[in-house]
């Protein structure tokens, strides 16, 4: 059974940094290309990046400059640092894998997703 985990929400200022992290069981990041969501309220969920099974990543266009995607095969966990974070960075952020191929920024393309981690920027 896979599971995702993430950690490292919290609340920051605006101009803050944070690092989010997705531990996963049951599934291995070496060779499959994993992802991060995140979903404000009222609003549909979107991709903030991705990172490929070779380690090539892809940004949103909201967040590119801001945020680096990477991923510990060895300890199975994949990363997202985010820097000069802004209030409309607001949101729940969730872990996805399982990637059906296709556009990565398309939440139906993943299989398995995270419960989740809060992230709350204050002005």
């Known amino acids: 059974q896979v599971q995702l985990v993430e950690s490292g929400g919290g609340s920051v200022q605006a101009g803050g940094s944070l690092r989010l992290s997705c531990a996963a069981s049951?599934?291995?990041?070496?060779?499959?290309?994993m992802g991060w969501f995140r979903q404000a309220p009222g609003k549909e969920r979107e991709g903030v990046a991705t990172i490929g099974r070779y380690g090539t990543p892809s940004y949103g266009d909201s967040v590119k400059g801001r945020v680096t995607i990477s991923k510990d095969n060895a300890r199975n966990t994949l990363y997202l640092q985010m820097n000069s974070l802004e209030s409309e960075d607001t949101a729940i952020y969730y872990c996805a894998a399982g990637f059906r191929g296709g556009a990565w920024g398309e939440t139906s393309r993943y299989r398995y997703w995270g419960q989740g981690t809060q992230v709350t920027v204050s002005s």
């Open positions: 049951g599934y291995s990041y070496r060779s499959n290309c």
